[in-house]
């Protein structure tokens, strides 16, 4: 195998991340709207929801795929523009940032929320 | 390769919405694209939004009510429009990519969409009746 | 019996704003519509400027927007779109830079082609069913390889896709429907590995078939049945294979 170069790469991403969105965004848009009584769950509700160490495997992997496809894919529209290659580069790069604070910030997040419900008795447990 | 780029290059992107030159392909791109551009706005605030947990019930439970309003619900259908336009219209783009289904794209794109209407249908049916 | 036709005709000129005129001409029965363009420059305006050559589909020079929709006005009638006295509204390509009315820059274009070695003419296709073409004018056989003959091509160049081509429209770079098959075409003639590796290095850009989006814009416009779309998935399954050991 050869190394692939970045734009086979690109695409190739893009359909995997969209193949598995396909699956995980399902997954979550079930268990949000469909599953969740009312529609949408209350705090306790997205509480006991996040207990289940599996749901935030879930979460996060759907997150980590949603970003790199939304960030694959503003990279497209973007370089459909005709940029030069200098901005293609920094297009490239500064996406790249967007989408590791995007990660980071949901993991932050799935922790706050526990950690608003006590993460001590959360990992106490 | 050295290319002489033609100069009139300002706002060319601007022809897609000549929209006497769309047939089904044209329509699909614009309709990914459309859609793209709308779920990674929607992606952004809805992150924002889940910030609002931080806060614990006393912040996060009046929003919810809110978000339960008909109104609301009215918005997670189009939502769920978006992400099936899209997510479908991306199995065309996959599979026709990989060479399955060449020379079938526009029935291909045209069934999809059908179990993309119907699944709307289903989906908001369940939003608002569920 | 003969057709009056109104045409409402795109004019340019590089020191003056675009605008539309109208030209009632009246032209054959059977005419096409670049018959008609000629009646418009004959009768109203020697100033028209507008391309041809063959008048019969096999130089590619002629193609403009008939309606928006883009054709080869050489071979499509008149007839086709009369609507009762509606103009039909002529229109030069899209995605090239304007030289004049229905004029357009294609050295753009052509340098892409070029690029990807479909050259106008080459020393192959010098055999018919097996046999090389000696064309009897005291041609030694054996330097009919040598001999460049007329390619024997499908595409005409006439930029028809890429005037429909939705990614073409936002970027000049993109590598574009005709070249891409031509590449695809170059790559199944040749056996010469470092020649496919500098083909397919061509193909595998962000500016080649990576860059498209998968409209079809390109196979549904083709006067030629090119299939360009084709092509460039064909293109990427190659680079799979090549890239990944897997796949054509
Ligand atoms: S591929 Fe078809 S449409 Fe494109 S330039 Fe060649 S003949 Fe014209």
Redesign the interface.
């Known amino acids: 195998m050869q190394n692939p170069k970045r734009s086979t790469l690109g695409w190739f991403w893009q359909a995997v991340t969209g193949a598995l969105l396909l699956l995980l965004l399902g997954v979550h848009f079930i268990a949000h709207h469909f599953i969740a009584a009312g529609g949408l769950r209350d705090f306790n509700q997205v509480i006991a929801y996040l207990g289940n160490p599996i749901i935030i495997a879930l979460e996060l992997a759907f997150l980590v795929a949603v970003t790199i496809h939304a960030m694959l894919g503003a990279r497209s529209i973007l370089f459909d523009l005709g940029l030069s290659a200098q901005w293609e580069r920094r297009v490239t790069r500064g996406l790249t940032v967007v989408g590791v604070i995007t990660v980071l910030y949901g993991i932050w997040l799935i922790y706050a929320i526990l950690g608003a419900n006590s993460a001590v008795a959360f990992w106490a447990r | ?1 050295k ?7 300002k706002l ?2 601007l ?2 919405f ?1 929209f ?2 769309w ?4 329509l ?3 309709l ?2 459309v859609t ?2 709308g ?2 706005v929607y ?2 605030l809805h ?1 924002v939004v ?2 609002i ?5 006393t912040q ?2 009046p929003f ?1 009510a809110l ?2 309003s008909p109104f609301f ?1 009215a918005l ?1 259908v189009i939502l ?1 429009a978006g ?1 099936l336009i899209h ?1 479908l219209n ?5 599979l ?4 399955v289904g ?2 079938a ?2 029935t291909l794109f045209a069934a999809l969409m059908l179990v993309g209407a119907v699944l709307l249908l289903a ?1 908001a049916w ?2 608002f009746m ?1 | 019996m003969a057709l009056n036709v109104t045409l409402r005709m795109f004019r340019y000129r590089p020191d003056q704003s675009a605008r539309y005129d109208m030209f009632k001409v009246t032209v054959p029965d059977a005419a096409n519509v670049l018959d008609a363009i000629e009646q418009a420059w004959a009768q109203h305006d020697r100033a028209l400027m507008f391309r041809h050559a063959c008048h019969h589909a096999s130089c590619g020079t002629c193609a403009v927007r008939v309606n928006g929709r883009e054709v080869l006005p050489c071979i499509v009638p008149v007839k086709k779109y009369l609507d009762g006295d509606k103009p039909l509204t002529i229109e030069p390509l899209k995605n090239f830079s304007l030289v004049g009315d229905l004029v357009v820059d294609v050295a753009n274009f052509f340098q892409k082609q070029a690029a990807s070695g479909l050259v106008i003419t080459r020393p192959t296709e010098n055999k018919l069913e097996g046999k090389p073409i000696a064309y009897d004018q005291g041609l030694d056989p054996a330097s009919v390889e040598t001999v460049p003959f007329n390619r024997f091509e499908n595409c005409i160049e006439c930029g028809i896709c890429l005037s429909a081509c939705p990614t073409m429209a936002a970027s000049v770079k993109f590598f574009g429907p005709a070249s891409l098959a031509a590449l695809e075409r170059e790559l199944d003639k040749t056996t010469d590995p470092q020649r496919r590796a500098r083909l397919l290095e061509l193909a595998d850009d962000e500016q080649g078939v990576w860059r498209c989006h998968s409209a079809w814009e390109c196979t549904e416009t083709c006067p030629q049945n090119v299939r360009p779309a084709e092509a460039i998935m064909a293109l990427r399954r190659r680079i799979f294979a090549q890239r990944f050991g897997f796949g054509k």
Request: charged share 20%; proline share 3%.
């Open positions: 390769m290319l002489s780029l033609p100069e009139n290059q060319r992107f022809r897609w000549d006497r030159s047939r089904v392909g044209m699909a791109y614009i990914n694209r793209a551009i779920l990674v992606l952004y992150l889940l910030s947990l931080t806060g614990g019930p996060w439970d919810v978000a339960r619900l997670d769920l992400i997510g991306g199995v065309r783009v996959t026709t990519g990989v060479g060449v020379g794209q526009k989906g369940k939003i569920g």
